[in-house]
T-cell receptor, first 114, second 113 residues
Framework: GAGVSQTPSNKVTEKGKYVELRCDPI?????LYWYRQSLGQGPEFLIY????????DSGLPNDRFFAVRPEGSVSTLKIQRTERGDSAVYLC????????????FGEGSRLTVL | GNSVTQMEGPVTLSEEAFLTINCTYT??????LFWYVQYPGEGLQLLLK?????DKGSNKGFEATYRKETTSFHLEKGSVQVSDSAVYFC????????????FGSGTQLTVLP
């Protein structure tokens, strides 16, 4: 009965570096979401996948951010040329289907850009 | 647009005290409303939800009633425990929105023995 798994749990990098964050959703969940949570704030939507395709990527802040889900299961969030403002906790969530609102969240990947 | 406003924290209570965390919303459509909870070291978990006006969501002694007339979804518990210490997030989802959830900023609750 594994839940949503995210790796790494913590990542410290230098400004300008490339970062990948991985999410392994609950088995059988077709919908996958990435959120970003800054200190003292609620999660903010980044991107949503239904199966392999990004159904809505309108929350990605700029073209340095990209996410893939090539086989409809594991997803990777990729951040190029990281900036200090990218420091946050990146949350992944999955759900069995869209529209019912019950998302299951991972514990998040804390990214710190020095 | 859609937004959720929560009462500012942190909130500190003694065990067995009554809890209210206020939540109001603005939505372009007809939303479903949720409370999520984040315990220390864990991911967000759904606490309760309500999908239409006057519905009451309840779980683990917590309750919240969907009030369309006041656009509110306040979280209440009659007697809090130390184990309720967590961050509580109010959230909404508008039908048809693939973004699913719009969250409030969260309210940190600490319950002292």
């Amino acid at each position: 009965g594994a839940g949503v798994s995210q790796t790494p749990s913590n990542k410290v990098t230098e400004k300008g570096k490339y970062v990948e964050l991985r999410c392994d959703p609950i088995s059988g969940h077709t919908a996958l979401y990435w959120y970003r949570q800054s200190l003292g704030q609620g999660p903010e939507f980044l991107i949503y996948f239904q199966g392999t395709g990004a159904a809505d990527d309108s929350g990605l802040p700029n073209d340095r951010f990209f996410a893939v889900r090539p086989e409809g299961s594991v997803s990777t969030l990729k951040i190029q040329r990281t900036e200090r403002g990218d420091s946050a906790v990146y949350l992944c969530a999955s759900s069995a289907r869209t529209g019912n609102g019950e998302l299951f969240f991972g514990e998040g990947s804390r990214l710190t850009v020095l | 647009g859609n937004s959720v406003t929560q009462m500012e924290g942190p909130v500190t209570l003694s065990e067995e005290a009554f809890l209210t965390i206020n939540c109001t919303y603005t939505a372009t459509g007809y939303p479903s409303l949720f409370w999520y909870v984040q315990y220390p070291g864990e991911g967000l978990q759904l606490l309760l939800k309500a999908t239409k006006a006057d519905d009451k969501g309840s779980n683990k002694g917590f309750e919240a009633t969907y009030r369309k007339e006041t656009t509110s979804f306040h979280l209440e518990k009659g007697s809090v425990q130390v184990s309720d210490s967590a961050v509580y997030f109010c959230a909404l989802r508008v039908s048809g929105s693939a973004r699913q959830l719009t969250f409030g900023s969260g309210t940190q609750l600490t319950v002292l023995p």
